[in-house]
């Protein structure tokens, strides 16, 4: 067993190969599948929900990194996501302007659109990175209610910003005559920002996700993510055993926020929805705080369970469409009386079934 | 020069003035236990000497070196080690789990593997607890955790606050055997007890601290033996 723990320590090829290279090879050939036999077979309305699915998987996964693993509150994770949808979008709509002339899905899989499709998605993720840093540097010395003003402020300012921009400009001789900045703040203003190609597909969602799965794995078997975890757990005695609370708070935030920003580039580049100041406020982040909830704070299996079942229900619900909210607000209250820890509580859902060795009230002796 | 070193030291929390000019030293190689009651201020100078407070004056050195203001953090690095009061497990990870915390500062895989052993070795019931959450451990379980998991940070010196805090008689024995074994093993210990009985049995240097201030410091067995101690800690008989 020492020398089990001894090479945890010190990963090995052999170690990074099954615990990160071999399980994202396993979702690349899921995406693979998914995107070459499911789509065809159940065709574009249930296309539209995987994506919708794993864009909402990505958004509760990495929310529960801050408000799970590290047990902050922040109620502003729609901010982020609008960040990296609008400057990932920017990214594809201006450039392929400037390299194709027109804003038109360019090239097959893995063509030229594509590639410029993966680098808007990851220049978004790190723009929005970087506004998690911003956000959090100042504010994670605040505690509970206080950070979760602090986030929901940043996305209201974000949103009053986003309806400033001017319209988005569509015209090829002017966007050649256009400055950068001219470019980068003509994001369609309140109306949203239209025309951004199309490139979102089942399989980039679910490769994107592969990855934030084994981020947020690995991190919760790390000696990082425990520390993250032992913030959440008792912050003083996290202090104690040398950890920097503050930032570790801060990388918590940053790293959430980078695939928020991915989830929101997703989102821009989706069928059927249109990139929208309002689409991306308030109303969205407490949808994605609800699912972390629901889910249990800190597991990554509960956050995917509630991310999926609260896209599915409201999808099959339309025709209840008024009552949609107060289902979603009831089904909390019924929640919070009668599992207040959330569906997993802090496990994964495997662990549900494996007591813990030792847990029988035998073992559970008095002081 | 004694291993730590408090000079002067003033605390303020907001306008209430907690710690008044206490002035202390623990040699290297000893017990030194920080008696008083309620309120006089022992956790408070725990929490200053390990960084989660910040005095508003003094100074205090560690191995020669001033660490009054600097954050908890960096202080672990230097070998200076805090069981916090309330003992302060993570309730919901496991008792392995809370000892790789306590490790969180060091890089010597090996070292820290033998570390576990030896905290393994003075807590058996740790080890047949290892895979279960450490908040379903007994109150004096969990106290052997804390002082475990700090013990892994291989601290030169190590902070206790109150170990005995809301113990079975029976238990606070076996703890106060232990942390003399670990004294014996090397380690330097600043104790806060509320328990002076206890303390003095264990400790080499005694300090007694009142709404404040340090109003007697002699060697442990001097201070059980007198008549002021005697009346105000250890039921006057």
């Not at chain 1, 580049?269 to 889910?295: A, C, W, Y």
């Amino acid at each position: 067993m020492l020398g089990a723990r001894a090479a945890a320590l010190r990963p090995g090829y052999g170690f990074v190969l099954s615990r990160a290279v071999g399980p994202f090879g396993a979702f690349l050939a899921l995406a693979f599948v998914m995107q070459l036999v499911v789509v065809p077979w159940a065709g574009p309305f249930y296309e539209k929900l995987l994506m919708d699915i794993g864009i909402n998987c990505l958004l509760a996964v990495s929310l529960n990194l801050v408000n799970g693993f590290t047990g902050q509150f922040s109620i502003g994770h729609a901010g982020f996501m609008a960040v990296g949808g609008y400057v990932a979008g920017a990214v594809t709509y201006y450039g392929s302007f400037v390299l194709w002339g027109s804003p038109a899905v360019h090239g097959g899989f893995l063509g030229g659109g594509d590639l410029l499709f993966l680098a808007g998605c990851l220049v978004g993720g790190l723009f929005s990175a970087g506004a998690g840093y911003l956000v959090g540097l100042p504010s994670l010395r605040l505690r509970g209610d206080y950070l979760a003003i602090v986030t929901l402020g940043f996305g209201e300012i974000l949103r009053v910003l986003l309806q400033q921009t001017n319209d988005v400009i569509f015209v090829p001789a002017q966007i050649e005559a256009a400055t950068p900045w001219q470019m980068a703040t003509a994001l369609g203003g309140a109306l949203g920002f239209s025309g951004i190609p199309f490139y979102t597909t089942v399989f980039w969602v679910f490769v994107m996700l592969g990855l934030l799965l084994i981020v947020a794995f690995r991190l919760k078997e790390s000696s990082e993510g425990r520390a993250f975890l032992s913030i959440r757990e008792n912050e003083i005695a996290a202090e104690a055993m040398g950890i920097d609370t503050t930032r570790y708070k801060v990388r918590a935030f940053v790293l959430a926020a980078f695939f928020a920003g991915i989830a929101g580039a997703l989102f821009a580049h989706e069928t059927g929805t249109t990139l929208n100041p309002r689409e991306l406020g308030f109303q969205k982040s407490f949808d994605i705080v609800i699912m972390v909830v629901l889910g249990g704070m800190g597991s990554i299996s509960g956050a995917l369970v509630a991310a999926v079942l609260l896209t599915v229900l409201p999808e099959f619900l339309r025709e209840f469409a008024d009552w949609r909210l107060v289902i979603y607000a009831l089904s909390l209250i019924i929640m919070m009386r009668f599992r207040p820890q959330g569906l997993f509580g802090i496990r994964e859902i495997w662990e549900l079934w494996r007591k813990p060795p030792g847990a029988s009230p035998a073992g559970r002796g008095a002081s | 020069m004694a291993l730590l070193e408090i000079c002067d030291l003033d605390v303020h929390y907001g306008a209430i003035h907690a710690l008044k000019g206490v002035t202390l030293s623990v040699e290297a190689g000893q017990i030194v236990t920080l008696i008083g009651g309620n309120g006089a201020g022992k956790t408070t100078t725990l929490r200053a000497i390990s960084g989660l407070l910040t005095p508003s004056a003094g100074q205090i050195t560690f191995d020669g070196k001033r660490i009054d203001g600097r954050p908890p953090h960096e202080l672990v690095r230097l070998g200076l080690a805090h069981a916090p009061e309330g003992r302060g497990v993570f309730a919901n990870l496991t008792v392995d789990e809370n000892l790789d915390l306590g490790a969180y500062t060091r890089k010597d895989a090996a070292g820290v593997a033998a570390d576990r052993d030896k905290v393994l070795r003075l807590f058996p019931r740790l080890r047949e607890r290892l895979l279960q959450p450490a908040g379903t451990l007994s109150g004096g379980e969990q106290q052997m955790l804390a002082i475990g998991r700090a013990l892994l940070a291989r601290p030169r010196l190590l902070l206790l606050d109150e170990p005995s805090l809301g113990l079975a008689p029976q238990v606070v024995r076996t703890i106060f055997d232990i942390i003399r074994e670990i004294n014996a093993a090397g380690t330097t210990i600043l104790l806060v007890e509320q328990n002076a009985h206890m303390a003095l049995r264990v400790a080499h240097m005694g300090y007694v601290l009142e709404v404040g201030r340090i109003v007697m410091a002699d060697r442990a067995s001097v201070l059980a033996a007198s008549d002021d101690v005697r009346k105000a800690y250890l039921g006057g008989h």
